[in-house]
């Protein structure tokens, strides 16, 4: 089964959030079931330089007149065979690969996206003559016009079969309506039953509207998207399409993610033997200038700081953690006022607060391993990764019941401990009290050692591989091409 991966991150390559860990960890997960994958990325600084054995596949004119090298070769890092879009006056920019330096999104990003979507259309569509995918997986609303531009080209081979997978709702790529005519799609894409939403262009909606099938990144978040509450405007063309569309639960990369043998990490550990985690919060504590106290329940984020995260329900609940001894580690980046907001409760309080702005990989590892709790109280999600890796690295996940989170995380009640269910901290309703009877729990939990130790063991042992998702993805696959 061959399969065309189309995104614009790819880890460890190029990230900004779960998108490019899943883009990275996919092609190997299919390829273990049985798929030959190859991936098809916007020729970035950090993608061009990674690629090997390059050779140009083919030279062609955009739509809009823009000439395009197509080149193939192999990702070194990730020895995964590629496509890349060489179009250094579209690519060729350090830093965010959607927005400038001062976080402006880029104002031709239709049509460095747009691109994405047409060469996709055009491997489809027998661009290689030595390779021609039997499916076209596209992922997020980067890539969401590849089954557009599928559905208007004429037709020269087998047609390939579209997965379009929605990783968050909520960035949906939309273009005042004068785009439309540079895109080289026909007038009658721009209707409501096409790319049209409210005026303007959509990528999101043409990638719902025209794929054979939408995926989403869990079950849960797959009936909320159908709800005028989570749906963003588009729950109506959801359910329309419900008949198509399926919730296939995120994995996490074991061979990245996994405290006996991550790097990032000075004392290893695993379920059985958790020694190593006491000695990571300790030298943690002491590095980032934090209370050495054991005993002192160490609270850890690691976040885009924005308002999908829930985070304004963290600041005002702070006092329930300090005044309980309790400790609180932040890594992210994002809303200027929620990192001026997260900074000056470091400055107040620094032997118990310590946070950091930036994007730093290695340290995001250090924070799961050291922290005894990760928090994701987000007001949606539709996977979320960092209660996975929380639960791999014995940080017990507190988290808001939505999305992916629902589908992940057990609260610590009685029933669940007794059913050897429970695997953390849920809480229901998206208010600072709900959150803050969640901390309690939290600490409640951890004044009991035995009930801690068994919750925190079984968290680590859940098995998070992609093993099971990449079956579902491949049934998926072999029944739309039946
Ligand atoms: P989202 O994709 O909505 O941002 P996810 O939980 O799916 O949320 O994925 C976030 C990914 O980005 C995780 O791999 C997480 O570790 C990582 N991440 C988020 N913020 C940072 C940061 N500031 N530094 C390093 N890694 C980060
Ligand atoms: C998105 C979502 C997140 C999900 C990730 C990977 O960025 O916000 O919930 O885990 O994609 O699918």
Redesign the pocket.
Known sequence: MKVLQVSAEIFPLLKT???A??AGALPYALHRVGCVVRVLLPGFPAIMADLTDATVLTELTAPWGEHVRVLQGRLATLAQDAYIIDVPGLYARAGSPYEDANRKPYADNYLRFALLGWVAACLANGLDPHWQPRVVHSH?WHAGLTSAYMAFLPQRTQRAATVYTV??LAYQGLFAPACFSELGLPQQAYVDHGLEFYGQVSFMKAGLHYADHITT?SPTYAHEIQTPEQGCGLDGLLRRRSGVLSGIL?AVDGTIWNPAIDPNIIHRFDAADRSGKALCKASFQQSVGLDVRPDALLFGIVSRLTE?KGLHLVLSTLHAILSRGGQLVVLGTGDSAFESAFCERAAAYPQSVSVRIGYDEAYAHRVFAATDVTMVP?RF?????TQMYGLKYGSLPLVHRV??LADTIADCSLEDMADGLANGFVFDLFTPQALERALRRAFVLYSRPNDWNTVQERGMKTPLGWDHAAAQYMALYQQLCA
Do not use: K, M, Y
């Not at 999600?381 to 990764?385: F, K, Q, S, T, V």
């Open positions: 959030g779960g998108l860990d899943i997020d990783h968050n990144v995120n999908q987000s999600e539709p996977c979320g990764l999305g992916g």
